[in-house]
């Protein structure tokens, strides 16, 4: 049975960075691609961004653009996310995901797989 | 981006009875190449991530029981609970991934009257 298995939470200071791991264990990795999402306190779902392993492609929210990033480590079976610049609204948890198609390069799919999430705390 | 709205933020629903949340997505996600809607369900419970109950708008994930079913098309879609029993209690989520950046509806909260 495929698992996502995230790192530990983690207070950070605002404007340093965080770098979140996501390890797939018991299945195919690079036959699909993964996203981020988050969840601020309270709040709803929302996408950060994306990766195909198997290219290395990635997809980002103009939100997040210039400070994701994304990467896959296939000898490893890990998906990275790293936010820069920290800002107290980025608390939230992060959660990893996998996407259940992929047409040519493109992701086409629902979520399917979730990791348990990564609380991330921005403060001073 | 594709907004998504759902319906109502939160709803009261006895148990038994059929509980039906809304999502209206601000343009369509049926993709005319291969007839798909390009939308999820998802539900999450307190404290754990979503979990994947409907995809392409109607398709049930394997292991959901069948009282859930998706329903619609184009701009408008509809999850329904036949028989709402005590371990649905949860937000429900809608997703639509036919363009990124892939958005999601505000949520609707869902609890036993």
């Known amino acids: 049975q495929v698992q996502l298995v995230q790192s530990g939470a983690g207070v950070k200071k605002p404007g340093s960075s965080v770098k979140v791991s996501c390890k797939a264990s018991?299945?195919?990795?690079?036959?699909?691609?993964f996203s981020w999402v988050r969840q601020a306190p309270g709040q709803g779902l929302e996408w950060v961004g994306g990766?195909?392993?198997?290219?290395?492609?990635?997809n980002y929210a103009q939100k997040f653009q210039g400070r994701v990033t994304i990467i896959a480590d296939e000898s490893t079976s890990t998906v990275y996310m790293e936010l820069s610049s920290l800002k107290y609204e980025d608390t939230a948890v992060y959660y990893c995901?996998?996407?259940?198609?992929?047409?040519?390069?493109?992701?086409?799919?629902?979520?399917?797989?979730w990791g348990q999430g990564t609380m991330v705390t921005v403060s001073a | 981006d594709i907004v998504m709205t759902q319906s109502p933020d939160s709803l009261a629903v006895s148990l038994g009875e059929r509980a039906t949340i809304n999502c209206k997505s601000g343009?369509?996600?049926?993709?005319?190449?291969?007839?798909?809607?390009?939308l999820a369900w998802y539900q999450q419970k307190s404290g754990q991530p979503p979990k994947l109950l409907i995809h392409?708008?109607?398709t049930r994930e394997s292991g959901v029981p069948d009282r859930f079913s998706g329903s619609g098309s184009g701009t408008d879609f509809t999850l329904t609970i036949s028989s709402l029993q005590a371990e649905d209690v949860a937000v429900y989520y809608c997703?639509?991934?036919?363009?990124?950046?892939?958005?999601f509806g505000q949520g609707t909260m869902l609890e036993i009257k």
């Open positions: 995901a996998r996407v259940n198609g992929l047409v040519m390069i493109i992701p086409v799919g629902a979520f399917d797989l």
């Open positions: 018991g299945g195919t990795f690079n036959s699909y691609p």
């Open positions: 990766i195909i392993p198997m290219f290395g492609t990635t």
């Open positions: 343009q369509t996600i049926l993709y005319s190449s291969d007839n798909k809607n390009y």
């Open positions: 392409w708008a109607s």
């Open positions: 997703q639509q991934y036919y363009s990124t950046p892939y958005t």
